[in-house]
């Protein structure tokens, strides 16, 4: 390897690094108590014209119509956002690029019977507002697919097979009550499977009930939420910045699931930023400061 590959490459770590403590230089914006925004290096920032949806596409999965069911172009390459809003509107583009007939699975919500509302509290909510409800972790009441699109698993399936949550298929068939697909993360990499429908229950919920959702635990994952891309690697990574993060070291999980500098990409939008190249960085330093002084 050239010296100034080693150089390169030893920057970028230290960069990375810096960004995850906390100790790149930042600002604050209005009347915020913190200085949380940082600037994005130019050689890191996606151009960007008016459809920043199709300039984070380009960049991060150029060709993606010849190639969205391959499954190297597909393990190797993702786009990142903080929220799960985003992530469904990038996949639902993307979706609708796609030529073929697509299905559309719904979900059947109810509310658990063991609930602390009671029968009459209950039927303030009828199962077409449940259905209205997203959760994170949870599919939505509506899912539309395709044959040889991407998804990944929401659910713990069958670890010693592999089937763990945030394993990443390609769907090979479509039928009425269940799904065929194919591994392409994972131990058991091109072995097919049939995925069913589950009960699944939001863990995080604001409603005075729990719901019990009966639908396949999957998404769409053309993009994926930062906070799901935990624990993998990539080699073209494209963070889509419509909305800063929202929780600590978030971006520093963005940032570090490349492989390379080459590999890494920011889109930024935001109105508080003309120039779109600074976003914020959630850091709290007392974490690492109590880990330094318990080593110590």
């Known amino acids: 390897m ?32 913190e200085s949380t925004w940082i600037e994005i290096p130019d050689d890191l920032l996606i151009p960007q014209d008016t ?12 060709d993606l119509l010849a190639n969205y069911n391959n499954a190297s172009y597909l393990r190797n390459r993702a786009i990142l956002a903080p929220t799960n809003d985003v992530v469904d509107e990038v996949n639902s583009v993307i979706l609708s690029s796609i030529l073929g007939h697509s299905r559309i699975y719904l979900s059947a919500d109810r509310i658990c019977p063991t609930s602390d509302c009671g029968l009459e509290q209950a039927s303030l909510y009828p199962v077409e507002f449940l259905n209205t409800l997203k959760f994170s972790g949870i599919p939505n009441h509506s899912i539309e697919l395709k044959v040889g699109i991407p ?5 713990n399936m069958n670890q010693s097979r592999g089937l763990c949550n945030g394993t990443r298929l390609i769907i090979t068939n479509l039928g009425d009550n269940i799904i065929e697909a194919e591994m392409i993360t994972g131990s058991s990499i ?7 429908r589950i009960d699944m229950t939001p863990t995080d919920s604001k ?55 080459q590999g ?33």
Not at 151 to 155: G, P, S, V
Not at 208 to 228: G, L
Request: aromatic share 12%; glycine share 6%; hydrophobic share 40%.
């Open 190 to 196: 091109g072995t097919r499977f049939f995925i069913h």
């Open 2 to 33: 050239h010296s100034d590959s080693v150089e390169s490459l030893e920057e970028f770590s230290k960069w990375i690094l810096d960004l995850g403590e906390g100790k790149l230089p930042a600002i604050s914006f209005d009347d915020e108590d």
């Open 207 to 261: 409603w005075p009930f729990v719901m019990i959702r009966h639908q396949f635990p999957i998404k769409v994952c053309f993009a994926m939420t930062i906070n799901k891309s935990q624990g993998q690697t990539f080699d073209n990574v494209g963070v889509y910045l419509t909305k800063p993060v929202f929780s600590h070291g978030q971006l520093y999980v963005a940032a570090s699931r490349v492989t390379s500098r």
């Open 264 to 296: 890494l990409k920011f889109l930024i939008k935001d109105d508080r930023n003309p120039e779109n190249c600074r976003t914020r960085n959630i850091v709290y330093r007392d974490i690492y400061d109590n880990l330094r002084i318990g080593i110590g």
């Open 51 to 62: 459809d920043c949806i199709h300039c984070i596409i380009d960049s991060t999965k150029p």
């Open 151 to 155: 998804i990944i698993l929401l659910r």
